[in-house]
């Protein structure tokens, strides 16, 4: 059990300072010599933990989206109501990648250079995580007159939800911390787009307050889930 933990652990470091190099070079100017080099650590030894640049992105994905869902359903369960839900949702999302930047960048810009087996699998992820999302923007809009009515069709919930995502994925091409402020205060704004367009209101500030004081004991987890990927 404790190499099994130490290798996990020096997995982690591994794959936190290759999401740096990836980000900075790109999947293709990157070779396993400049990852080994970068994590300090000799080439052979390198392969020991990543036999390849593909097992290592696989991981970094598939790990990345892991992390999300447990920190969104942590969030979930430690809050009610789908307008404080997605504000946690949200919350997490945004300071989870103030937080890991690099990690963010590598999941936009390097997304479809896997071999189609592994971009399956981290496909499934991603679904996973988008529906959790999906729901809260369903029940959210669908509430005591809400942008969708009664029901929200197929299309335009797949619209609305995409396009709260949009807002989230981008945030790292933009967010610098002393101009823009907080991880919390940017999360405010788009959860107040968000709510203003579903509900044609907006959150009442002690939305935000209430789930930031209930999320305030969830860490912002590392990169890598408890569970590795196959």
């Not at 990852?35 to 097992?55: I, N, Q, V, W």
């Not at 963010?104 to 981290?122: C, G, I, T, Y």
Request: charged share 20%; glycine share 6%.
């Amino acid at each position: 059990m404790k190499r099994e933990s130490h290798r996990a652990e020096a997995q982690a470091d591994i794959l936190a300072a290759a999401a740096t190099i990836l980000a900075r070079h790109g999947y293709h100017g990157t070779s396993m010599r400049d990852l080994a080099k970068a994590t300090g650590r000799g080439l052979s030894s390198f392969y020991t933990y990543f036999p390849s640049k593909d097992a290592l992105l696989f991981a970094l994905q598939t790990r990345a989206f892991l992390t999300l869902i447990a920190a969104a359903q942590a969030a979930a369960a430690a809050t009610d109501g789908p307008e404080h839900q997605l504000y946690g949702f949200i919350l997490n999302h945004v300071r989870y990648f103030a937080a890991h930047s690099a990690v963010m960048r590598v999941l936009v810009q390097e997304a479809r250079v896997l071999p189609v087996r592994q971009r399956q699998k981290v496909r499934a992820e991603k679904e996973r995580y988008y529906e959790l999302c999906e729901q809260l923007v369903r029940q959210l809009g669908t509430d005591r007159g809400g942008y969708f009515g009664r029901a929200a069709s197929r299309l335009e919930l797949e619209r609305v939800t995409y396009s709260i995502f949009g807002m989230l994925n981008w945030v790292w091409a933009w967010y610098e911390p002393d101009r823009h402020g907080s991880a919390p205060e940017v999360a405010r704004s788009i959860h107040a787009v968000a709510c203003r367009a579903l509900t044609g209101r907006l959150p009442a500030r002690r939305v935000w307050n209430e789930v930031e004081h209930a999320l305030s004991h969830l860490e912002v987890h590392s990169l890598i889930s408890a569970q590795p990927a196959e």
